[in-house]
């Protein structure tokens, strides 16, 4: 079946550095695109960085872009979020996605908390 399962939050201060990951399994890697996402507490869940199947498309929100970077590692079947100059403002829980056979999968999500 289908999973992504999330790593790598923690606490950090402003402007420090952390790197997720997700690996996934039960479908064909480079079919799919895939993302993460966040929700922080009384807030939407919003779209943080998407990687498409093939590798060359990848979307940012405007509130990360230049500071965060989406990638994927083929042979692990994962993807990365590398998050830079971290905000107070992007604490929050990071959950990994794809949407396999009209069917959307996350991921447990992993706690992200940006303070001094």
């Known amino acids: 079946q289908v999973q992504v399962v999330e790593s790598g939050g923690g606490l950090v201060q402003p402007g420090g550095s952390l790197r997720l990951s997700c690996a996934a399994s039960?479908?064909?890697?480079?079919?799919?695109?895939m993302g993460w996402y966040r929700q922080a507490p009384g807030k939407e869940r919003e779209l943080v960085a998407r990687?498409?199947?093939?590798?060359?498309?990848?979307d940012y929100a405007d509130s990360v872009k230049g500071r965060f970077s989406i990638s994927r590692e083929l042979r692990k079947n994962t993807i990365y979020l590398q998050m830079n100059s971290l905000k107070p403002e992007d604490t929050a829980v990071y959950l990994c996605?794809?949407?396999?056979?009209?069917?959307?999968?996350w991921g447990q999500g992993t706690q992200v908390t940006v303070s001094s």
């Open positions: 996605h794809v949407h396999v056979l009209q069917r959307d999968y």
């Open positions: 039960g479908f064909t890697f480079t079919a799919y695109a």
């Open positions: 990687i498409r199947f093939n590798g060359g498309n990848i």
